[in-house]
Nanobody, 123 residues
């Protein structure tokens, strides 16, 4: 059974940084993309970033490009999201997920999800 466990969320002031981690277990992930999504209260879940396990190709939503960096450690089956220059609008619950389609940014093309970790950015 696939398990995804996120950690690293918290409260930070605007302009600060956080690093989220997602530890994956239960199967071989070398052929699947891993993504980070977020969901703020009253809003739909939205794509943040994704990385291909096999070749490390990354993709980002426009509003985080240049501030967030997604990376992976294949040996540890762990994906990271380094978030710098955080803004209040980045406040949300952040989820990692295993994708079905390479390069996908659609939540319905990800089939395993973690429990989420809260990120709160104060102004």
């Amino acid at each position: 059974q696939v398990q995804l466990v996120e950690s690293g969320g918290g409260l930070v002031q605007a302009g600060g940084s956080l690093r989220l981690s997602c530890a994956a277990s239960g199967r071989t992930f070398s052929t699947y993309p891993m993504g980070w999504f977020r969901q703020a209260p009253g809003k739909e879940r939205e794509f943040v970033a994704a990385i291909e396990w096999s070749d490390g190709i990354t993709s980002y939503r426009n509003s985080v490009r240049g501030r967030f960096t997604i990376s992976r450690d294949n040996a540890k089956n762990t994906v990271y999201l380094q978030m710098n220059s955080l803004k209040p609008e980045d406040t949300a619950v952040y989820y990692c997920a295993v994708g079905l389609v390479s390069g996908s940014m659609r939540p319905n093309e990800y089939d395993y999800w973690g429990q989420g970790t809260q990120v709160t950015v104060s102004s």
